[in-house]
């Protein structure tokens, strides 16, 4: 089995009507954990990679170690996806790369940190969905800006992100402007903003419909019933681990992430891709301190990064689970990147016709 493209994979949970994870990796043991969860739930999956995940691992190493996940398990579908591409240019070098799948975000200005224009987003989401499609790369487009609609706070993490206050229009992003810009764009699939952010502090209590907007979900699934919807900020951050963080060192302020019933209802109303980085990196975390404070002797990291694996496989399986990916893997057969070139470029001839 080979890479599969991120639209294919997607289709096919819309067909399903089940949901995707994102998982973000920057290094081995994160991708082995993903990995082996995959395997034990027969779950296909999309691994990201953000541009600070291709700075810290470099991209060689990265797409080296995705083949090599992707050789070692022949059964599994992978995509290999660019989350907040911040430009053209970093889309297209992911593409280099190997990646079957990129994210251009034009919300924000090419710093990564200033809110666009929505002129500016169209124009270059439109630009790299046209380029990527030719080769049948998939692409993702975001609209409104990620943030709290709790404090009006923009929230940056792993160098992306807004900064400062926001207003709840930007917070939110507008079915009918989603409507425009999917047309006029051609994106595969569209990050949304509904109340979630980046990180482990997205909400001070549990998420209630004012907070977490899954409402506007509905609405937006409404009006592009075609578009893959795409939820990211999407840790659940469990309470469990954030205890044992605590336990054995760690200071993690109370915190509440985005409640997996949450998530599912999202998936009943379209939401095929969602974005998880920080449930793996605190389970990790846990792990490491966990094991270097009861057992102070050891020195071997690969006890410390076994450990952090299994934690990270653990989150992993849950979320297979609860998103219905379990056990769809045996059902797909991916379709090489030109075949899906040559569907994007039909399905643009029918439109000029
Ligand atoms: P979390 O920080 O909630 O895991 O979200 C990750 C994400 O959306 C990456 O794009």
């Not at 994210?103 to 940190?113: A, I, R, T, V, Y």
């Not at 509905?218 to 900020?233: C, D, E, F, S, W």
């Not at 205890?243 to 998530?263: F, L, M, N, S, W």
Request: aromatic content about 6%.
């Amino acid at each position: 089995m080979a890479f599969i493209s991120m639209r294919q994979l997607l289709d096919h949970a819309a067909e399903q009507g089940y949901g995707v994870p994102a998982f973000n990796i920057n290094n081995m043991e994160q991708l082995l954990g993903i990995v082996a969860a995959a395997r034990k739930t027969d779950a296909p999956v999309i691994i990201q990679a953000s541009r600070g995940a291709r700075a810290y691992a470099n991209d060689l190493m990265l797409r080296r170690m995705v083949e090599a996940a992707v050789e070692m398990n022949p059964g599994i579908p992978i995509a290999l996806h660019q989350d907040h591409g911040d430009t053209a240019a970093t889309c297209f070098s992911a593409v280099q790369n190997g990646f079957t799948s990129v994210m251009m975000d034009g919300s924000l200005e090419s710093d990564g940190k200033t809110p666009s224009s929505y002129e500016y987003n169209v124009a270059v989401t439109a630009k790299v969905a046209e380029a990527s499609h030719w080769v049948g790369v998939s692409v993702e487009g975001e609209l409104g800006c990620l943030g709290s609609l709790e404090s009006g706070m923009a929230g940056e993490e792993d160098g992306s992100g807004a900064e400062g206050k926001l207003s709840h229009d930007q917070l939110l992003t507008d079915p009918v402007q989603a409507a425009d810009f999917v047309a006029k764009t051609g994106v595969d699939a569209l990050a949304i903003a509904i109340g979630t952010s980046h990180g482990a502090y997205k909400f001070s209590r549990k998420p209630t419909g004012e907070t977490l907007a899954i409402e506007r979900v509905k609405q937006i699934h409404a009006k592009i019933p075609n578009t893959h919807l795409v939820m990211h900020g999407s840790s659940s951050v469990p309470q469990e681990w954030l205890e044992i963080i605590r336990k054995y060192g760690g200071d993690i302020k109370e915190t509440y992430g985005v409640p997996v019933e949450e998530i599912q209802q999202g998936i009943r109303h379209g939401v095929r891709k969602i974005n998880i980085d920080t449930d793996i990196r605190l389970s990790m975390t846990g792990a490491i301190r966990r094991l270097m404070a009861t057992r102070p002797e050891e020195f071997d990291p690969r006890k410390f990064l076994a450990a952090a694996t299994v934690a990270a496989k653990d989150v992993c399986k849950a979320r297979f689970e609860a998103f219905g990916c379990a056990g769809q893997a045996e059902r797909i057969r991916p379709l090489p990147l030109d075949v899906i070139a040559a569907r994007y470029a039909a399905e643009d001839s029918r439109r000029a016709a």
